[in-house]
Antibody
Framework: QLQLQESGPGLVKPSEALSLTCNVS??????????WGWIRQPPGKGLEWIGS???????YYNSSLKSRVTMAVDTSKNQFSLKLSSVTAADTAVYYC???????????????WGQGTLVTVSS | DIQMTQSPSSLSASVGDRVTITCRAG??????LNWYQQNPGKAPKLVIS???SLESGVPSRFSGSGSGTEFTLTISSLQPEDFASYYC?????????FGGGTKVEIK
């Protein structure tokens, strides 16, 4: 059974960078039919896609965050990561990693999700 | 960006009720529409993919329909475990976008 687990600091200071890692178990991150995604949810609000990365390193980012987002994949550790720079209080959210179906050049649904990790931006 | 608009934003219903949630896309997205259920403090769970495909393990009282710009999620007979928030999401193109959510509450 594929499982995802987010890890990283729960508190980040304004203007600093938020860094999270998603550890994948039960499947290889080299799986051809998945992108690996990050989604966030501010407290009491809806879901926002941050971006997705393929095992090859190909990335797609939400244009609203693109200038501040960097994703990377480490196939040797079977994990992928998110870095969001210059954070503000508006970046306070639960951050989820998830698998995203990918077939014949077309996006699909997010089918496996991590439990989520709350990141608070505060001094 | 493709805007996804859900209605209603919340509803109150009783066990056994038939519930329908609507999702409208800002442009035609064929059937690239997915539905998620989220319980408080939990990650979203995929219930319907590609507008109408029921995910493995999801009860058959859930169904999805629609194509183009208008989609619906129907719960035929609401059960206690179905009281949750529901989100639609388009996977037609990036940026991938979600609807604002519908909270289903107990009447």
């Amino acid at each position: 059974q594929l499982q995802l687990q987010e890890s990283g600091p729960g508190l980040v200071k304004p203007s600093e960078a938020l860094s999270l890692t998603c550890n994948v178990s039960g499947a290889s991150i080299n799986y051809l039919n998945y992108y690996w995604g990050w989604i966030r949810q501010p407290p009491g609000k809806g879901l926002e896609w941050i971006g997705s990365i393929y095992y090859s390193g190909s990335t797609y980012y939400n244009s609203s965050l693109k200038s501040r987002v960097t994703m990377a994949v480490d196939t040797s550790k079977n994990q992928f990561s998110l870095k969001l720079s210059s954070v503000t209080a508006a970046d306070t959210a639960v951050y989820y990693c998830a698998t995203q179906r990918w077939s014949k050049g077309q996006w699909g649904a997010f089918d496996y999700w991590g439990q989520g990790t709350l990141v608070t931006v505060s001094s | 960006d493709i805007q996804m608009t859900q209605s209603p934003s919340s509803l109150s219903a009783s066990v056994g009720d038939r519930v329908t949630i609507t999702c409208r896309a800002g442009q035609r997205i064929a059937n690239y529409l997915n539905w998620y259920q989220q319980n408080p403090g939990k990650a979203p769970k995929l219930v319907i993919s590609a507008a109408s495909s029921l995910e493995s393990g999801v009860p058959s009282r859930f169904s999805g329909s629609g194509s183009g710009t208008e989609f619906t999620l129907t719960i035929s007979s609401l059960q206690p475990e179905d009281f949750a928030s529901y989100y639609c999401q388009q996977s037609y193109n990036t940026p991938l976008t979600f609807g604002g959510g519908t909270k289903v509450e107990i009447k």
